[in-house]
C-alpha cells in the first residue's frame, strides 16, 4: 500500500484548516514536511488535490471525493489505537477456543460462563470436535488454545495436564450384563459395542484399554456424537465406554447401568497451546480461570 496513515492525517488537516502554515502548527511538523507530504501524495497519482489560490488551498473534485474515505481510515485507525491500548491494560478482545466432545459438552460451557462474568469486555466461541481435529485447528493457527482427552499426537504442541477423567462400560436396563454387575474379558471382546469415531480420543482410550481396535472386534457400530450413542445404548442397541462426566445423569436416573470391568479406564484431560508464542493478556485471563496453577514461564510439559 501506498498511502501511509501519515499522510492521509496531513491531507484531511489541510482539507480541514485550508493551510499548510495552520496544519504545521496542529501536528507540530515543520511546513515542508507538510509540503512534501501533499506534494508525494499528489504526485504519486499524477493528478492535483487541491486547487490553491495563494497560501489559501481549498479541495478540487478529485480531494472531495477522497476526503471522506480517508477521514473514515483516520477514525477507525483511532478506534484501533484505542483497542490496542485497552487490551494492554484488561482483557478484551475475542477468544477462539476448541474443545473435544466431551469436554466441550460438559465441562467447558460453566468455566466459560465464570470467564464472561470476570472480564465483561471479552468474549469466547467455543468449537467442539473430535480431539484430532481440535488439534490439527490448533496446530494451524485457527484457534487460540485447545482442551482435548488424552495426550496429543501433534508433539510440537505445548500440553499441560489438566484434569483426571474415567471411562465406564455402560449398558441399557434390559442388557443381560446388567444382572452381573461385572464382566470377563472374553464377553467384552464379543459384545455388540457402539464407539466413537476415528480420531476421538474416547475412542483412543477405549481401543487402549481392551488392546485391539475396533475393527478387529466382531461388532461395533460407530456413531459420531456421544448423545446418540447413549440414546442407542438405553435403547438395547449394544454397549459403549463414555466418559463419567458424559453419563452421570443417566446413571443418576437408572437409565443406563454402569458394569464393572478390569479395565484401565482412567484419562488425562489436556490442555493445548502452541510453543514459543507471545501471548495476549485477554489468553492469560483465561489460562488462569481454566489452570489457576499455569506457569507462563515455563515451557510445555
Not at 127 to 151: C, K
Amino acid at each position: 500500500m501506498n498511502i501511509s496513515l501519515r499522510k492521509l492525517e496531513i491531507f484531511a488537516a489541510v482539507a480541514s484548516s485550508g493551510s499548510v502554515t495552520k496544519t504545521a502548527e496542529k501536528l507540530r511538523l515543520s511546513q515542508s514536511a507538510i509540503s512534501m507530504a501533499l506534494a508525494d501524495l499528489e504526485n504519486r497519482y499524477d493528478e492535483p488535490l487541491f486547487t490553491r489560490q495563494g497560501r489559501k488551498l481549498h479541495l478540487n473534485d478529485r480531494g472531495r471525493l477522497i476526503l471522506p474515505l480517508a477521514q473514515k481510515i483516520l477514525d477507525q485507525a483511532v478506534v484501533l489505537d484505542q483497542l490496542l491500548l485497552d487490551s494492554t491494560s484488561e482483557p478484551i478482545g475475542q477468544l477462539q477456543i476448541g474443545a473435544s466432545t466431551t469436554i466441550g459438552n460438559y465441562l467447558l460451557p460453566l468455566l466459560l460462563a465464570k470467564f464472561s462474568k470476570a472480564y465483561p469486555k471479552a468474549s469466547t466461541t467455543m468449537q467442539v470436535a473430535n480431539s484430532d481435529v481440535i488439534s490439527t485447528l490448533l496446530d494451524n493457527g485457527e484457534l487460540d488454545l485447545a482442551l482435548i482427552e488424552g495426550p496429543c499426537h501433534l508433539h510440537q504442541l505445548e500440553q499441560h495436564f489438566w484434569k483426571e477423567d474415567q471411562l465406564v462400560v455402560i449398558a441399557g436396563q434390559t442388557h443381560p450384563w446388567t444382572r452381573a454387575r461385572s464382566v470377563e474379558l472374553h464377553d467384552l471382546m464379543n459384545a455388540d459395542w457402539i464407539v466413537r469415531e476415528e480420531g476421538s480420543g474416547t475412542r483412543e482410550v477405549f481401543e487402549q484399554a481392551l488392546e485391539t481396535k475396533v475393527a478387529n472386534l466382531p461388532s461395533a457400530i460407530e456413531l459420531g456424537h456421544t448423545e446418540a450413542i447413549k440414546k442407542a445404548v438405553e435403547a438395547g442397541l449394544g454397549v459403549s465406554c463414555l466418559s463419567r462426566l458424559a453419563v452421570q445423569r443417566e446413571l443418576e436416573n437408572g437409565w443406563l447401568v454402569e458394569i464393572r470391568t478390569d479395565l484401565k479406564l482412567q484419562r488425562p484431560l489436556t490442555l493445548l497451546l502452541r510453543k514459543n508464542e507471545n501471548r495476549s493478556l485477554l489468553l492469560k485471563a483465561c489460562l488462569q480461570i481454566l489452570l489457576p496453577q499455569f506457569d507462563h514461564n515455563r515451557g510445555g510439559e
